[in-house]
């Protein structure tokens, strides 16, 4: 982990740590690199606990790939520091996502609290209350005239 983390903002204007804006997988190389880099054979010895072939295990040593989700998957039972820098690595984007989901809802709750109130809704924006799905209103179509017979399945 370098020394200094310097803060950056993504494109939503969320701050991420300077790891976390690299290029995806980084953290996952630096542990591969680690772990099995220094060893002798070290693409072999990652091809064994990754269950894949040769190259591809060289590949992902030398940053040209990431593990596909079968070999990931075999790479996490293998070894406890593989595994910890991906459940990092699902928390950060969590983190972000949720980030992005709120302030996405609040520019929209923001956009849509001018809106005036339904007729007859008696509040204000569009939140029209609970809504019934066992009966009710739900039941009744909305062409003049018409109602539906759940019984027959039909309208009528």
Same mark, same amino acid.
């Given at each position: 982990?370098?020394?200094?983390? !310097?803060? =950056? ?5 969320? $701050?991420?740590? @300077?790891?976390? *804006?690299?290029? %995806? ?36 040593? !030398?940053? =040209? ?5 079968? $070999?990931?998957? @075999?790479?996490? *039972?293998?070894? %406890? ?76």
């Amino acid at each position: 982990m370098p020394k200094s983390r !310097r803060e =950056r903002r993504n494109n939503d204007g969320i $701050s991420v740590s @300077a790891s976390a *804006a690299s290029r %995806p997988g980084e953290d996952l190389w630096e542990v591969l690199a680690r772990t099995y880099g220094r060893l002798r054979g070290a693409a072999k010895v990652l091809a064994e606990d990754g269950d894949a072939s040769e190259a591809a295990a060289g590949n992902w040593l !030398r940053k =040209r790939n990431l593990p596909q989700y079968e $070999s990931l998957i @075999a790479l996490m *039972a293998a070894n %406890p520091d593989v595994n910890d820098a991906v459940r990092r690595a699902v928390a950060r984007r969590a983190a972000a996502t949720d980030a992005r989901r709120a302030a996405w809802r609040s520019s929209y709750d923001a956009a849509l609290a001018p809106l005036p109130a339904p007729e007859g809704s008696g509040g204000g924006g569009l939140d029209r209350g609970p809504v019934d799905l066992a009966g009710g209103p739900a039941d009744q179509d909305l062409r003049p005239g018409v109602t539906v017979d759940r019984r027959r399945g039909g309208g009528g």
